[in-house]
C-alpha cells in the first residue's frame, strides 16, 4: 500500500520523461555521435569514421575563438545589464506602489514577442542609413554620435547584447519575483522595528536570502548566452565580418551553408558539454559559498 502513491506519480511521470528523453537526450548523443563522421547531409550518403579530426578542424579554426570570446560578452552582458535590471523591476512589481500591473506587462513584453520580429525592429531601429535611433539623435544635436550600430565590426556584438538585455530582462524579473515573494514579511517588520533602512532591509535581509534565485539566474544567465542564436542570426547574420558570431551561427553555418555536418555536430557538442560543465560548477561553486 506505501507503494501506491509511487506507482501512481511514475505513472503520470513517465510520459513526460519519454517525451523528454526523445526530444532532448537521444538527439544529444546523436550529435556527439555525428562528430566523429564526415557527412554532408544527405541521406543516401554513407557516414565517413574520421575519428577526432572534426574537432581539430574546429579548433584550428579562429572564428571559433572569436565566437567564444563573444559568448563571454554575452555572459558578461547577463550580469552587468540584466542581473541589475531585472532585479530593480522585481522590486518594483512585488512592492506597494501603483500601477504594479502595468509595470508587470510593460516589462514583461519583450519576452513574449517571437525573436525574429523583435531581431527585425532593432535592425530597423539601428540602421546606419534612416534608422530612427540615429535620427533621433540628429535631433537632438548629437549627429557625432550616429553610428551604424550593426554595421561596425568594433561595436555590433555590444549593440546585440544590449539587445538582447532589452528582450530578457522581463524573464528574469519573473524569476526574482519569485524569490522575492518567498521572503517573509515578518523579517521585514522586524528589521524595521530595529531601525533598519529601505537600503539595509536590501542588503542585510532581501540579497541573503535571494542567494537560491541569483544561483539559478546565473546558471541560466551561462546555459541561455551560449546557446544564444536567433537574435544574432536576424540582426547581424553574425556579420559583419564574423564580427558577432558565436558557435550556434558557426554550427548552422557549417551545417546548412557548407554542408559540413561532422564539423557542425562537433560544435553542437561542444556546447552541450560546456552548458553541463558550467552548470555543474556554478552550481557546486554557488552552493559551497552559500553554505558559509
Given at each position: 500500500m506505501k507503494r501506491r502513491p509511487y506507482t501512481i506519480a511514475a505513472v503520470f511521470l513517465l510520459p513526460a520523461f519519454l517525451l523528454y528523453t526523445l526530444v532532448y537526450v537521444v538527439p544529444m548523443f546523436q550529435t556527439a555521435y555525428l562528430s566523429f563522421f564526415s557527412w554532408n547531409?544527405?541521406?543516401?550518403?554513407p557516414l565517413e569514421?574520421?575519428?577526432?579530426?572534426?574537432?581539430?578542424?574546429?579548433?584550428?579554426?579562429?572564428?571559433?575563438?572569436?565566437?567564444?570570446?563573444?559568448?563571454?560578452?554575452?555572459?558578461?552582458?547577463?550580469?552587468?545589464?540584466?542581473?541589475?535590471?531585472?532585479?530593480?523591476?522585481?522590486?518594483?512589481?512585488?512592492?506597494?506602489?501603483k500601477g504594479t500591473r502595468f509595470f508587470k506587462v510593460a516589462f514583461f513584453m519583450p519576452s513574449i514577442l517571437p525573436l525574429t520580429a523583435v531581431g527585425l525592429m532593432w535592425q530597423f531601429l539601428l540602421k546606419g542609413d534612416g534608422g530612427l535611433v540615429n535620427a533621433v539623435m540628429s535631433a537632438l544635436g548629437?549627429?557625432?554620435?550616429?553610428?551604424?550600430?550593426?554595421?561596425?565590426?568594433?561595436i555590433a556584438i555590444y549593440v546585440v547584447v544590449i539587445v538582447n538585455a532589452w528582450i530578457y530582462c522581463g524573464l528574469n524579473m519573473i524569476i526574482f519575483a519569485s524569490g522575492l515573494v518567498a521572503i517573509p514579511e515578518d523579517l521585514y517588520e522586524a528589521a524595521?522595528?530595529?531601525?533598519?533602512?529601505g537600503f539595509k532591509k536590501l542588503r542585510y535581509i532581501t540579497v541573503p536570502l535571494m542567494q537560491e534565485t541569483i544561483k539559478i539566474f546565473s546558471i541560466l544567465a551561462v546555459?541561455?548566452?551560449?546557446?544564444?542564436?536567433?537574435?544574432?542570426?536576424?540582426?547581424?547574420?553574425?556579420?559583419?565580418?564574423?564580427?558577432?558570431?558565436?558557435?550556434?551561427?558557426?554550427?548552422?553555418y557549417e551545417s546548412f551553408k557548407y554542408?559540413?555536418?561532422?564539423?557542425?555536430?562537433?560544435?553542437?557538442t561542444f556546447i552541450i558539454i560546456a552548458a553541463l560543465l558550467s552548470t555543474v560548477i556554478l552550481n557546486r561553486l554557488m552552493s559551497t559559498r552559500n553554505a558559509r
Open positions: 547531409g544527405i541521406k543516401s550518403v569514421f574520421v575519428g577526432w579530426a572534426n574537432y581539430d578542424e574546429m579548433f584550428n579554426k579562429p572564428e571559433f575563438y572569436r565566437s567564444l570570446k563573444n559568448i563571454g560578452v554575452f555572459i558578461m552582458g547577463s550580469f552587468v545589464l540584466i542581473l541589475p535590471i531585472a532585479f530593480s523591476f522585481a522590486l518594483i512589481i512585488t512592492s506597494k506602489l548629437m549627429s557625432s554620435w550616429t553610428r551604424d550600430w550593426l554595421g561596425e565590426p568594433a524595521a522595528l530595529d531601525g533598519a533602512t546555459t541561455q548566452s551560449l546557446r544564444v542564436f536567433g537574435q544574432i542570426f536576424v540582426m547581424t547574420n553574425g556579420g559583419p565580418n564574423g564580427a558577432t558570431d558565436v558557435p550556434t551561427t558557426l554550427l548552422y554542408n559540413n555536418f561532422g564539423v557542425g555536430n562537433s560544435i553542437g
